[in-house]
Nanobody, 115 residues
Framework: QVQVVQSGGGLVQAGGSLRLSCAAS????????MGWYRQAPGKQRELVATITSGGSTNYTDSVKGRFTISRDNAKNTVYLQMNSLKPEDTAVYYC?????????WGQGTQVTVSS
């Protein structure tokens, strides 16, 4: 069983920064991709950022230039550095690890950005 455990999040004022982290453990295929979704109340789940095992990244347009996804392959850990946060970034953020044909999810963490 693959376990995905994330940490970080919290309350921050607009313009501030937070860093989320997420570690996958268990029976893991090394050439995996990882990333972050977020979901706000009343909104559809949105794919925020992805990163391949080789370090190639993609971002949704609304976070480009503000968020950075990175990973430590030795630890199977992915990070999301969030700068210049806006109230519209408020959501529950979920980490995932894509391993072979399955997605494994973290437990979610609340990010709240006050105006």
């Amino acid at each position: 069983q693959v376990q995905v455990v994330q940490s970080g999040g919290g309350l921050v004022q607009a313009g501030g920064s937070l860093r989320l982290s997420c570690a996958a453990s268990g029976s893991i295929f090394s050439r995996n991709s990882m990333g972050w979704y977020r979901q706000a109340p009343g909104k559809q789940r949105e794919l925020v950022a992805t990163i391949t095992s080789g370090g190639s990244t993609n971002y949704t347009d609304s976070v480009k230039g503000r968020f950075t996804i990175s990973r430590d392959n030795a630890k199977n850990t992915v990070y999301l550095q969030m700068n210049s946060l806006k109230p519209e970034d408020t959501a529950v953020y979920y980490c995932y690890a894509s391993i072979i044909s399955r997605l494994y999810w973290g437990q979610g963490t609340q990010v709240t950005v006050s105006s």
